[in-house]
């Protein structure tokens, strides 16, 4: 699964450490939907430099990553707002709605180093069609690959990404 992902680049590999954890979805109780994998199965899916932690208590799993200070400050609003999209619109992450019936969507949270959060957003296994997963793809992966030298790729990815998800960003970063 890893060698199939995009590679992050070095400035996105001090993003910080992601740990893994679901939450009950409000309004997906349906009984006829399978358990969601178990913590180590949705692990797997999730192969980076920094390492995770999964925890199952749910159909929605959330990825927390840590931003440094440092790439905020840097980075300033633009990095604050793709920080969740970065990691959501993998083909891990589509794998996972994919072959998991019983998830029913996943939301990525990004911190700061005092655990303020910074932005979050959630992906509902229904919000893209196979067309818009490759979009998706071929976005964020634009954006890992060359999004520091041309920034209008980070950008495209969250205008995408507040397009397809339910998002939230700190007030520090809503310019």
Same mark, same amino acid.
């Given at each position: ?18 740990? #893994? ?10 009984? %006829? ?28 799993? $959330? ?16 990095? +604050? ?6 990691? #959501?619109?993998?083909? $891990? ?17 990004? =911190? %700061?180093?005092?655990? =303020? ?20 793809? %071929?976005?964020?992966?634009? +954006?890992?690959?060359?999004?520091? +030298? ?15 998800? $339910? ?9």
């Amino acid at each position: 699964m890893k060698d199939r992902m995009t590679p992050l680049p070095a400035w996105l590999r001090g993003v910080g450490t992601i740990a #893994l954890a679901t939450m009950v979805a409000t309004g997906c109780d349906d009984p %006829n939907l399978p358990p969601p994998p178990a913590a180590e199965v949705v692990a797997e899916y999730y192969t980076t430099p920094a390492g995770l932690e999964v925890a199952i208590d749910g159909r929605i799993v $959330e990825i927390e990553v840590t931003q440094s200070d440092r790439q905020l400050r840097r980075g300033g609003t633009l990095w +604050a707002k793709m920080g969740p999209y970065i990691f #959501l619109f993998t083909e $891990e992450s589509q794998r996972l709605l994919e072959d998991h019936a019983g998830v029913q969507g996943i939301r990525v949270t990004t =911190r %700061n180093s005092a655990g =303020r959060m910074v932005s979050t957003a959630l992906l509902d296994r229904d919000a893209l069609t196979d067309v818009q997963w490759q979009r998706a793809l %071929n976005i964020a992966g634009r +954006a890992r690959k060359d999004g520091t +030298a041309q920034m209008t790729l980070l950008e495209d990815l969250v205008d995408w990404g507040e397009e397809y998800t $339910e998002f939230e960003y700190d007030t520090r970063f809503h310019h």
